[in-house]
């Protein structure tokens, strides 16, 4: 009798301890959505990229400074049509902006030789533009951090863009690997 006895203690302990410890398991069953039509890449690949992308983004500064802008004509007295940068880019004809692989269609700035011919800066002001300003460096003439805007024409040169202190983000130093 005591062992019938024993054995029924030991199997209802064998039962409370089964029955406690499953009430203490808590199971818990997510599901995660993936929007991504490509559904090959899974979600740490698609953060992994998206950081990528990020850090190679052509519009992120890679330096920032602060200078005088300024506007001239290609036909300044000391502007001879053609820009100081190879190749020389040819603006008797009264164009102001430059097709760049990279960016597009650009306006065009003088700099000092503190930035590379082909950088491109990015700049805002509201007399010109309501939106920011890209620009390529393919021309000298100025000292120090300062940028020179070609204009269209001297009243655009002195009236808009005037004499003003920017502050402006290089979002490439030098020409890009297809240019130049």
Known sequence: MKRVFNVLVRTAFIILFVV???SYVHIVETKSYSDNINKTINLSTMAMKAKEFQENDIYSAKDTFTGDLTGY???CPLCG???GCKPSYDITDGKTTYPDSMYGTVRIVASSKNLPCG????????RISPYPVIAIVLDRGVRGNALDLLSS??????DIVERSVITYDVLRFGYGENEG
């Not at 950088?119 to 509201?126: A, P």
């Not at 024409?153 to 002195?158: L, T, V």
């Open 73 to 75: 004509v290609y036909n």
């Open 81 to 83: 049509g053609t820009l």
């Open 153 to 158: 024409d001297i009243r655009y040169a002195y």
């Open 119 to 126: 950088s491109i800066v990015r700049f805002q002001t509201d």
């Open 20 to 22: 406690a410890s499953s």
